[in-house]
């Protein structure tokens, strides 16, 4: 895999991305689809704006992108890229990126590793005649 593309996925992984962009528009959300590759499967990831400041005769805004709900249960393993990226303005309008990125990312299927045991102990209550004072 080359590293040109993006991080590396698995299921479960939440998947975020950072978009930092000019506009003379105050947006209010921002929206990117990526695309896998061999199965053109999709994953949409959204987010507000959380930052804005100014930038000469406009706005430097900033959006953190995640994946709506719940990660699914099988997304798709594949090489992910980012096909559409889109703001939502407060006055409704939709407006495309002129520039948007190139990259995306790799979501690889589960790995079958066995876990590897680096501690057990008992967790008992506070109340439990086995606890020792000071021990947890």
Known sequence: MSSEVGPTFVPGDPIMYIVQFTCKANVRTVLAVFVAE???????LEGEVEKKEKARDARLQTALLKQPGDPPDDPKPG????RRLEVHTHAGRTLDFDNPPEGGFYLVEEPTDLPVRTHVGWALPEWHPGNAPGRR
């Open 79 to 82: 090489t992910y890229h980012l």
């Open 38 to 44: 061999e199965s053109g499967y999709e994953v949409v």
